[in-house]
């Protein structure tokens, strides 16, 4: 494959290139954790000191920092005036909101840093795009070594770095090993250098969708493979919807002034309509075999889901709880607030949280479906939010933001691109 590594140009691309091409190796040392959460800071210091002009560049010859940008910031700060009063109305201590608001910068705050980096620096799409890629290859070369230590009888847990002791999370996302196993599964799952299975899947997912936008057919084709091969073996039920839905949805979404595309929505919307109740049923059926896929798991969230929608409403209903708690026996002790991004942030950070995440989703989604149309950066944002909300069904998003770094930059990227005209997109034209 021609050009397999990038020239980084800047520093910036050095810093980014390195960063997602070292994940294995901080991986085996146990400091993937850290280091993911830490460097966004550095990159968002480094768009700061370029945008105020701190550096040697000239800060008027950047444009201005896009809207969106500025509505991701605003939501994620409205989201830590949240955290803190939420802490304050159910009395928490000073080492209480200084632990939530530690953990808000690792998670929600890079929801805004990064796209401010991304919109600010200067990196080009194709080398994360790239980058993103050369990862995939080296995860599909690392996981028949996995896969053996799995079937030598390795223990899963190998060693647990000692990282873990500078604190900041579970001892899940320091633990280096070749496999996991699940207690409420009869085999084992992977989860790569993710904390968990499922959080592998997501980032799959994630490599997914910045893979699928390199203009080389074959490094492409490493992606889909890649993400097929982690998904299937972190045996995420959620990725089984996932995989095909980005896989089919992306093409779709970057035509829909094509009039093919337009006659098959239409012709799907008559034929659903038309086939409602046969339709209905098989949603049914397809819904019972997901959950019964593993039962003990669909039951403990549905029933977290039902006790953080219940006490979220009954108890604070406009700035949340302030915290997770520990769930009852009924729910195998888990955090309530755990296990479902939007249940969590009510039960939280309450309605306040909710419209301070749900405003910046929705709002980057429509403006860069309309750019995707001929903007294969803008296809990679929106398939990047695609993944962020068919995963925020069955994870706490923030928790794994550190692994989806790549996406929200990417994002930043996309939106501060330059708008072509409306003929442009009929056209087809796409950079």
Known sequence: MAASLPKPETVEETIVLWLI??????????????????????LAGLAFARRFGFTDANPNSLPPLPWTVWLWLSGMFTMAVALVIGHLNFEFGVVDIAKSMFGWAKGWALMAILPFAGATLRIRPQLLFRAANLLAAQTLIITPVLMAGAALGLPPVLYVSPFF???????????????????????????????????????????????LSDRDWRWRIVAVVCACVMCRLAKSRLSLVAIPVLLVALPMMSNLYRPAVIAMSGVVTATAAFAFPMTKALVEEANDRFRSARKDSSRVRRM?????????????????????????????????????????LLFVKGVTGWISFAVPMAVSFAVLLVRAQRDRVALAAVGFLTVVFLNSMGENIEILAYLAWPGFLLLGMALKRRRVGVFAELLGCRR
Not at 189 to 194: D, G, K, P, S
Not at 316 to 324: E, K, R, T, Y
Not at 327 to 337: A, D, S, T
């Open 21 to 42: 091409l070292s994940a294995w190796g901080l991986w085996a040392i146990g400091a993937l954790y850290h280091v993911y959460s830490i460097a966004p800071w550095v």
């Open 165 to 211: 002791y500078i604190g900041g999370a579970s001892q899940a996302f320091f633990e280096v090993g070749t496999h996991w196993v699940d207690p409420g599964a009869t085999d084992v799952r992977f989860r790569f250098f993710a904390p968990w299975g499922p959080a592998a899947a997501f980032t799959a997912q994630v490599l997914l969708v910045l893979g």
């Open 304 to 344: 977290l889901q039902d006790i953080a929608i219940h006490r979220w409403w009954t108890e604070a209903p406009l700035f949340g709880h302030g915290q997770v708690e520990r769930g009852p026996h009924l729910v195998e002790f888990m955090p309530i607030g755990s296990h479902h991004t939007w249940n969590g």
